[in-house]
């Protein structure tokens, strides 16, 4: 069982940065792709961000490309999601995932119970 703890997470004002990191398990950390969702209240769940396993290849949603960063450290078997000059179209609960393999596309088996981000206008 892969368990993905996520934190980070708060209010903050347009404009601000946060950093959102998931912890994951460090027996299979290493070998699995990492995703970061979000989801707001009547919204689908929209995918934001991904990295391979090694770091060699990511993925950054059009939406966000000039804000969000995606990095992970494999000896801390953590993944980050550093977001910059939020807006209140920002706010969601994100999520990450495992993909349960080592590249980025595909389906994500494992999720965590996600983290709140609130942005006041």
């Known amino acids: 069982q892969v368990q993905l703890v996520e934190s980070g997470g708060g209010l903050v004002q347009a404009g601000a940065s946060l950093r959102l990191s998931c912890v994951g398990s460090?027996?299979?950390?290493?070998?699995?792709?990492m995703g970061w969702f979000r989801q707001s209240p009547g919204k689908e769940r929209e995918f934001v961000a991904a990295?391979?396993?090694?770091?060699?290849?990511?993925y950054i949603a059009a939406s966000v490309k000039e804000r969000l960063t995606i990095s992970r450290d494999n000896g801390k078997a953590t993944v980050y999601l550093q977001m910059n000059r939020l807006r209140p179209e920002d706010a969601a609960v994100y999520s990450c995932?495992?993909?349960?393999?080592?590249?980025?596309?595909?389906?994500?088996?494992?999720w965590g119970r996600g983290t709140q981000v609130t942005v006041s206008a």
């Open positions: 990295i391979s396993a090694g770091s060699d290849s990511t």
């Open positions: 460090r027996r299979t950390f290493t070998r699995n792709a």
């Open positions: 995932a495992s993909r349960g393999g080592s590249t980025w596309r595909g389906r994500y088996a494992y």
